[in-house]
């Protein structure tokens, strides 16, 4: 992925990764002042990455170009948070893995370990973006699961 389509990503999205993170923090704020959100930008190696492995070229193709985690301190406020999401956000649930977690039952040393969360596609501007909503309990058991993921979907070369 070059400068030009991460350009062009923020041109037709038409804001900046700062911006929807305060506008989630307002919509938040609506259900809970205890709150820790957490963004990015997708890192542009990784990006290209998975841009091959979709087959895609266009980078408005790609939903998590943006990402921002909110952490939560209940179940029941990120459900709540969700809610509020889709009703300022166009967008979908993709994942509950809150109610159905992700485990890597083939992989022994992943045993005990899922992954919960909300994963919610919000579009702005017709562009997707992810948001994914977790409580403090499972965000730290997610982040070891992610960096698993991530060593073996993009092995360095």
């Known amino acids: 992925m070059s400068d030009s389509d991460v350009s062009r990503y923020q041109r037709h999205i038409g804001i900046a990764i700062d911006e929807i993170t305060d506008e989630i923090r307002r919509i938040v704020g609506t259900v809970t002042n ?3 959100l957490i ?3 997708k890192n542009p190696e990784t990006l290209k990455k998975k841009m091959l492995i979709k087959k895609v070229s266009n980078v408005l193709l790609i939903d998590d170009v943006y990402g921002i985690r909110v952490i939560l ?3 029941n406020e990120a459900y709540q948070v969700l809610k509020k999401m889709s009703q300022v956000f166009p967008g979908h649930l993709d994942h509950d893995y809150i109610k159905e977690p992700m485990t890597r039952p083939n992989e022994p040393h992943l045993k005990g370990k899922m992954l919960r ?5 919000a579009y ?4 997707p973006f992810e948001v994914q909503i977790t409580t403090q309990e499972f965000n730290a058991m997610n982040e070891s699961l992610h960096g698993e993921y991530h060593r073996k ?4 070369k």
């Not at 969360?117 to 596609?121: E, Y």
């Not at 702005?124 to 562009?127: A, F, H, P, R």
């Open 153 to 156: 979907k993009y092995p360095h």
């Open 117 to 121: 969360l909300l994963q919610f596609i």
């Open 124 to 127: 702005k501007n017709g562009v």
């Open 34 to 36: 205890e709150v820790s």
């Open 73 to 75: 301190n209940s179940v």
């Open 39 to 41: 963004s990015r930008v």
